[in-house]
């Protein structure tokens, strides 16, 4: 668990990097306890100064001198004994009896590589003294070099790693690793809020720093960060840097979506992309779908609205803007995208959605097309990164299969199917055209157009008058009129089926 002791120990020193790629070469058994003060040692006197707490750094490598060292460590309770080892010159490694000596005493023994002892000294002292000071140390270090460089997910993972000594990765929000290797182990729920989180790990701990927020709040990118150690002071340096390295791979997403934009890619080619990946959309795909602004993870459900007739000059930049407009109007937030033979458009919700939801969204999606000369049709909701392919492909299934009326739902095309299939046999169309030949020129026509919407409406009167654009009465008595001109009565069932089928066969021959 995350200690919330503001003492580093000796355990804590080598978790965070401060003794950099420092070895443990005994002592296993003493590096959870706790460092007080650092000091240089060069000789049997400086040793013998040392008290309870010390961390000793010998800047003589002696077997004697470190034996000494190491017998007052463990008499006055001194933490650890650090040996320097310089890139060039002499340096005499601690025999295996000394290691043993170490072991048996419980006294950790360190060896770290550095030319001047000095700088090693600085730098524990001011993390064990003045951690305040380490953490702006390490957040200017940071921010200096993500200064120097273009600051994309591969330079600030680099940069954090070699800073922090953390495993970083750059994660989407449905778990796709960007850049960097996701850490393993990670809570599933960890991506699924929109603020800085720390938690715990089986080894040390995990920080997550939303990296890009839409406006309604969900995060498409992520920087984690997953660091040795338990010390809750250290937990708190890493996250705060992290926010400061998430800021500067905030600026490289707006960057880079400007770029995308500018690009010949289209945002319709990405979404063919998309969909022409299947199953298995690689990560570059990926990263270019949040760089786009699109939400990958979630539940998605997709609508394909296409022209009809077909009108190539129908798919233009004002339409587009104006079917982005109706939409938003009725609360529906989601990708509108512009391809060659329609516009696609996912919603997604972060679970699944309920069985009526399809309904109400057939519902607004008429809304939206209004009186344009366009049909819709609506896939399922599918989860992950390919449902929204599943989705969009349902769609377009479905928006092939309307008629009359605008907008279709997937689950309704084994019904509308059938209703096609029927309408288009020959022995059907003769027949309907007799069952419905007394009403055949009566009125213009507008006794056998009523009857026929207000059987697609449902008999709902006043649904038939709103489309009709008359007075509900007018249409009740039209309605009885065409009963007693075909003699059958729509209150029974088996009639009912009868006249709307044929109604359709008769609309059907004439389109």
């Not at 420092?22 to 400086?46: F, I, K, Y």
């Not at 190491?70 to 001194?78: H, I």
């Not at 997709?302 to 407009?325: K, Q, S, W």
């Not at 309907?432 to 059987?455: F, H, K, M, N, S």
Request: proline share 5%; charged share 20%.
């Amino acid at each position: 668990m995350i200690d919330d002791a503001d003492s580093l120990t000796v355990r804590d020193l080598l978790e965070i990097g401060v003794l950099g790629d420092a070895t443990l070469l005994a002592g296993q058994r003493g590096v959870g306890t706790e460092v007080a003060d650092v000091r240089l040692a060069a000789d049997m006197t400086a040793v013998e100064a040392c008290s309870a707490g010390d961390l000793v750094i010998l800047t003589g490598h002696q077997p004697y001198l470190v034996e000494v060292a190491l017998r007052r460590a463990y008499s006055a309770d001194v933490r650890a004994v650090v040996l320097v080892r310089p890139s060039t010159g002499s340096y005499q490694a601690p025999s295996t009896a000394t290691i043993s000596f170490a072991n048996r005493l419980g006294v950790p023994l360190l060896q770290i590589d550095a030319d001047d002892p000095l700088l090693v000294a600085d730098a524990l002292r001011t993390a064990v003294r003045r951690p305040e000071v380490a953490a702006a140390r390490l957040l200017n270090a940071v921010t200096a070099r993500l200064g120097r460089s273009r600051p994309d997910p591969r330079s600030v993972i680099t940069i954090l790693s070699g800073e922090l000594h953390v495993t970083c990765a750059v994660i989407s929000a449905d778990g796709t690793a960007i850049e960097g290797v996701s850490p393993p182990g990670l809570p599933p729920d960890l991506l699924a809020g929109s603020v800085a989180t720390t938690v715990e790990m089986t080894e040390g701990f995990a920080v997550a720093v939303p990296v890009e927020t839409d406006r309604t709040g969900h995060v498409h990118l992520w920087l984690v960060s997953h660091a040795r150690g338990s010390n809750k002071r250290w937990a708190e340096t890493v996250q705060q840097i992290s926010q400061v390295a998430s800021w500067a791979l905030g600026n490289w997403v707006a960057a880079e979506r400007l770029e995308t934009e500018r690009r010949a890619r289209s945002r319709g080619s990405l979404l063919s992309e998309l969909l022409a990946s299947g199953d298995d959309v690689p990560p570059q795909l990926v990263q270019q779908a949040v760089l786009a602004g699109w939400r990958l993870d979630g539940w998605h459900t997709g609508v394909h609205m296409a022209p009809n007739p077909p009108a190539p000059d129908a798919l233009d930049t004002a339409n587009t803007e104006r079917l982005r407009v109706e939409l938003s109007r009725r609360g529906l937030h989601g990708q509108l995208v512009e391809g060659a033979e329609g516009w696609s458009f996912w919603l997604t919700n972060d679970s699944e959605p309920p069985q009526s939801q399809h309904r109400e969204l057939t519902t607004k999606i008429a809304q939206v097309l209004g009186g344009c000369p366009l049909v819709a049709g609506i896939g399922r909701p599918h989860p992950g990164v390919s449902g929204v392919g599943r989705s969009l492909a349902e769609a377009r299934e479905a928006a092939a299969m309307t008629g009359v009326v605008k907008v279709v739902h997937i689950d309704e095309l084994g019904v509308r199917r059938l209703l096609s299939m029927a309408a288009e046999t020959p022995a059907l169309v003769e027949q309907a055209a007799r069952l419905l030949e007394p009403l055949a020129g009566v009125e213009d026509g507008q006794l056998l157009r009523t009857l026929a919407i207000y059987l697609d409406e449902e008999s709902v009167t006043s649904s038939a008058a709103v489309r009709l654009k008359v007075h509900r009465n007018t249409v009740a008595q039209r309605i009885n009129r065409a009963e007693q001109l075909l003699g059958v009565s729509l209150l029974n069932p088996d009639e009912r089926l009868a006249v709307h089928l044929a109604c359709r066969a008769v609309r059907a021959s004439d389109e």
